[in-house]
């Protein structure tokens, strides 16, 4: 995000100070989400400030609200799926212009020195900070995500949305599509006629089946859910539907498939799906259970199995990802809805009720 540009536009002063912003926050571990009005810092020399327009839901908003990882502090403005129009530039930005659409993700800060940042892989940096539920090292404040009138963030992690797509069906692309796109690309699942199997189709899942079939990949979906069968065929392009307590099918589809990227956010036992595999398959685990997930040695050395892990994805790759987008004219399968059913969809999501993300309408609905 420092390469050199020359996008020269006036900086407007949209902010003002002591100005309280309007969001949706959590309160405590009840998860239960009710307006609060924050403040965030006037925008630096380094800083973007946007019109937040659209907010994702992503299941990690649904673990922090309710304290599963054990680390919430609240109150809690979660979204990191963060996309909005540029109002205001500090005097060192030169790579946004006022008006433009932007987005944010899962981060906001890093070191930029340690080797991770240097391979671009700022998600891994041991200072990493992240969009909400974190310290920012800056200041000390806690961070604030995206389900908020405005967002403030440094220019190195503000992403250029692709013009040509609609923001309101871009905005997952900013965790569910990355996250997806950084273990695709970096364990190779992008070979033309390999076999991907996806576990649990949600907001993960569906990007991950809309990557693999723009790669030219067949896509099998395991999922716990048969109403999703007729549009991950139909819309999404999958070329088979299993549901995995289908013992019968399971059986069948043994060792047919090349790679899996499993999104279960919850517990489980991986035997069944390494069985999937063909000889040197590779299985990456994205969803992030509390408990321990259950694997026996066996599934992996008969076969020479390989199960991995991947986190988000950085900045250049998210950029690369959105760009590919871009030019494939990619977006995600969204039910946008008001602020005001946020609790809904929270409930909704830890049912697996859910085609494929909830958006916010934070400009429309975000009112006092
Ligand atoms: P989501 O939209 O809720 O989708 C998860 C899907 O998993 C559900 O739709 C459901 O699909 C399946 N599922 C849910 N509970 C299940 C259960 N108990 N047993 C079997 N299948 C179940 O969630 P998401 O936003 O895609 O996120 C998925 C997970 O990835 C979450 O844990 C989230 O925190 C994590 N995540 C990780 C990263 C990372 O960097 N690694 C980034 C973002 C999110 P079916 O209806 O098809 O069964
Ligand atoms: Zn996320
Ligand atoms: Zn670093």
């Known amino acids: 995000m420092q390469e050199t540009c020359n996008m020269t536009s006036p900086t407007t002063v ?19 989400l009710a307006p609060l009005k924050i403040s965030r810092r006037p925008t630096g020399p380094q800083d973007v400030r946007l019109k937040v327009m659209y907010c994702g839901i992503c299941h990690s908003d649904l673990h922090q609200i309710t304290n599963d990882w054990k680390n919430s502090s609240f109150p809690m403005v979660p979204g990191h799926e963060i996309v909005g129009v540029v109002t205001e530039i500090g005097l060192d930005v030169e790579c946004f212009k006022v008006g433009q659409h932007v987005g944010v993700g899962c981060m906001v800060r890093s070191c930029h020195a340690c080797d991770s940042c240097q391979l671009g892989l700022e998600q ?22 995206g389900y908020s009138a405005v967002m ?31 273990p695709m690309k970096y364990f190779g699942m992008v070979e033309q006629g390999k076999h991907l ?22 896509v099998t979906v395991f999922s716990s859910s048969p109403g999703k069968e007729k549009e991950a065929r139909e819309i999404l392009g999958a070329d088979n539907f ?3 307590k289908d013992n019968e099918k399971m059986k069948n589809a043994a060792k047919s498939i090349d790679y899996i990227i499993d ?12 069985a999937l595999l063909k000889t040197n398959g590779k299985m990456v685990l994205l ?23 991947s986190l988000i994805g950085g900045i250049a790759e998210t950029q690369e990802m959105l760009d590919f987008c871009g030019a494939h004219n990619i977006t995600c399968m969204i039910e946008k809805i008001p602020i ?13 009720d859910v085609k494929y993300r909830f958006v916010i309408d934070i400009e429309n609905s975000l009112k006092e």
């Not at 949209?14 to 100005?19: K, T």
Request: contains cysteine.
């Open 197 to 218: 199997g996806l576990v649990g189709l949600g907001g993960l899942g569906h990007m991950a089946i809309k990557f693999a079939k723009a790669f030219g990949m067949k």
């Open 263 to 274: 999104t279960i956010p919850s517990a489980h036992c991986l035997d069944p799906y390494l």
């Open 124 to 145: 891994y940096c041991p200072k990493v900070v992240w969009t909400y539920n974190s310290t920012d090292t800056a200041d000390g404040t806690p961070t604030q995500g």
């Open 14 to 32: 949209s902010h003002v100070a002591g100005e309280e912003i309007l969001s949706w926050a959590a309160k405590d571990e009840s998860g239960h």
């Open 340 to 352: 005001t059913y946020t609790n809904s969809a929270m409930d909704r999501l830890m049912k697996s």
């Open 287 to 309: 969803g992030v259970s509390t408990e321990p997930v259950q694997i026996s040695v066996y599934s992996l050395i008969f076969g020479r199995h390989f199960v991995g892990g």
């Open 152 to 182: 403030v963030c440094n220019q190195r992690f503000v992403l250029r949305m692709p013009p040509n797509l609609p923001l309101d069906a871009s905005a997952p692309l900013l965790c569910a599509g990355i996250t997806v796109w950084s």
């Open 242 to 244: 299993i549901i995995t």
